[in-house]
């Protein structure tokens, strides 16, 4: 089966509507996005979610002092590395880890299996001077070519009700994980979270 992840909620109707959809998977940007959020806004949706729902926080070269009080003032349960950080940035963190990898070429994936300490690794487009949330794709064939030493692969970047279940056929990713793609007017859409939904459905089912 797999999983979904819905990145950047900004309040609790969104949040509830992610989890009303089936969605137990949400993400929340504390990096300068559109779709940022403070650590307060998360802690008072995370507070209110319930049980078995699992909430990933999304950082970009986050002080590791910064990371560490947020994580643990928000209750987060996955950090998710969306930077520069390097291996060692990882050691000691009590949360998961995934490391995201922004793919340019096959050359943006070297050096991946030195990430020890993280339990995945997410695929998003290269895009100069943005470190994610463009809606743009990349070439999904170098995600077969991945150095993961077994771990997950969550495959993000420009993933919609379009073209998320060609995207699974081909990769067969652990996980997916959307955030503009289901979004009208930069506002989560509940119909096309259920298209999305839908269509991953359809692709496991191939």
Request: include cysteine.
């Amino acid at each position: 089966m797999v999983r979904v992840k819905i990145c950047g909620i900004r309040d609790w109707e969104e949040a509830r509507m992610v989890l009303d959809a089936g969605v137990d998977t949400l993400g929340f940007v504390f990096a300068r996005s559109p779709r940022q959020i403070k650590p307060e806004a998360a802690r008072e949706i995370i507070t209110r979610l319930p049980p078995f729902t699992t909430t990933v926080g999304v950082f970009v070269n986050e002080p590791r002092y910064s990371l560490m009080e947020i994580a643990f003032f928000c209750r987060l349960d996955v950090l998710q590395l969306h930077g520069d950080e390097p291996p060692e940035y990882c050691h000691g963190l009590s949360q998961r880890l995934i490391k995201a990898v922004r793919v340019q070429n096959a050359a943006s994936l070297k050096g991946l299996e030195a990430y020890q300490e993280v339990q995945g690794v997410l695929l998003d487009a290269y895009v100069p001077g943005q470190a994610g949330g463009t809606g743009t794709t990349f070439n999904w064939e170098l995600a077969q070519t991945v150095p993961t030493a077994g771990k997950p692969i969550i495959l993000a970047g420009g993933l919609t009700p379009e073209n998320v279940a060609a995207a699974i056929r081909l990769v067969r990713p652990y996980a997916v994980d959307v955030s503009s793609g289901v979004e009208t007017g930069g506002r989560k859409d509940p119909a096309r979270i259920t298209a999305f939904l839908a269509a991953v459905e359809t692709a496991e089912e191939d």
